[in-house]
C-alpha cells in the first residue's frame, strides 16, 4: 500500500478521516505511524495529497491535507483476457490496475470453464481494483466490462473499438511476427485462456480486425504474459 485510497465523502470536513478496517491496521501496526507524522492518500477519481495525521481513535484516523500531489499517467491499453481461474483472477486484476491499465474486459472463450461466471470473486472486483490503485499510487479506476459470450463480443463489440489509430494485438504463439516495443499510441490487447484461444477463436479476432504477434518461442501463464507485455508496449 503506497497511498490510502479514500473515497469522497471521507473527505467533506476540514479534517479527513480514515476509517476502513484494512487501512487503519496498515498505518497503525505496519507503518507504525503516530500524530505528527505524514502519507500520501488519494481520493478516488479524483486526486492525490500528501497528509498530516492529527488524531488517532481506536478506529479512526484523522487527517489534514498539506499538498496536492500528481497522479500517475495510465497506459493507453485495453486489456481484453479471457477469464482466468478464480484463483488468478485477483492477481491479474491487481497487477493490470497497477501497471496503468486504463480499460479491463473479461471474456469467454471455449476453453474458459462456464463456471468460472459464477464465482464469487467476480463480485469483488471493486476490491482487487483498490488494492492495485493503492499499491500504484494511483486514484483513477479503469473500467472493467464483463462479456460471458465470446462471438458476440468479437463481431458486435470489438470492430467499434478498432481503427488505424487504435490497433488490437492479439497474442499468439504462432504468429509469424513478434509483438512492437515502445508504441506511443492507444491500443487493445487481447490474451487468450491457459492453453490459448482455439483456432476458430483465432481466425475470427482476425477476420474482426486484430493483428496477431507472438512474444517469443516460450509459453507463459496469463499473469506473466500480461506482465511482460504491458512493460514492454509501454514507452
Request: charged content about 25%; proline content about 7%.
Amino acid at each position: 500500500m503506497n497511498i490510502v485510497l479514500l473515497e469522497p465523502e471521507d473527505v467533506k470536513e476540514t479534517l479527513w478521516v480514515i476509517h476502513q478496517s484494512r487501512q487503519y491496521q496498515h498505518i497503525i501496526q505496519h507503518l507504525k505511524l503516530n500524530v505528527g507524522d505524514r502519507l500520501k492518500v488519494g481520493i478516488r477519481n479524483e486526486t492525490r495529497y500528501l497528509v498530516e495525521i492529527k488524531k488517532i481513535d481506536f478506529d479512526k484516523i484523522w487527517i489534514e491535507p498539506i499538498q496536492q500531489e500528481k497522479v500517475p499517467a495510465k497506459l493507453p491499453v485495453t486489456l481484453i483476457v479471457a477469464l482466468p481461474r478464480p484463483k488468478v483472477l485477483r492477481r491479474i486484476v491487481m497487477d493490470s490496475v497497477t501497471l496503468g491499465v486504463d480499460k479491463l474486459i473479461l471474456i469467454h472463450s471455449y476453453r474458459v470453464d462456464k463456471s468460472y461466471w459464477q464465482t464469487p470473486f467476480l463480485k469483488q472486483l471493486d476490491h482487487y481494483v483498490t488494492l492495485g490503485l493503492e499499491q500504484a499510487g494511483d486514484v483513477v479506476v479503469p473500467e472493467i466490462e464483463l462479456y460471458p459470450r465470446f462471438k458476440p463480443f468479437v463481431e458486435d463489440i470489438l470492430p467499434q473499438m478498432i481503427d488505424k489509430d487504435r490497433p488490437a494485438y492479439l497474442a499468439h504463439p504462432y504468429a509469424e511476427t513478434a509483438m512492437p516495443y515502445a508504441i506511443d499510441h492507444p491500443c487493445s490487447i487481447i490474451i487468450g485462456p491457459e492453453g490459448g484461444f482455439i483456432p476458430y477463436e483465432v481466425d475470427l479476432l482476425t477476420k474482426n480486425g486484430c493483428q496477431a504477434y507472438h512474444l517469443g518461442n516460450r509459453i507463459l501463464r496469463t499473469e506473466t504474459a500480461i506482465s511482460y507485455l504491458l512493460g514492454r508496449l509501454s514507452v
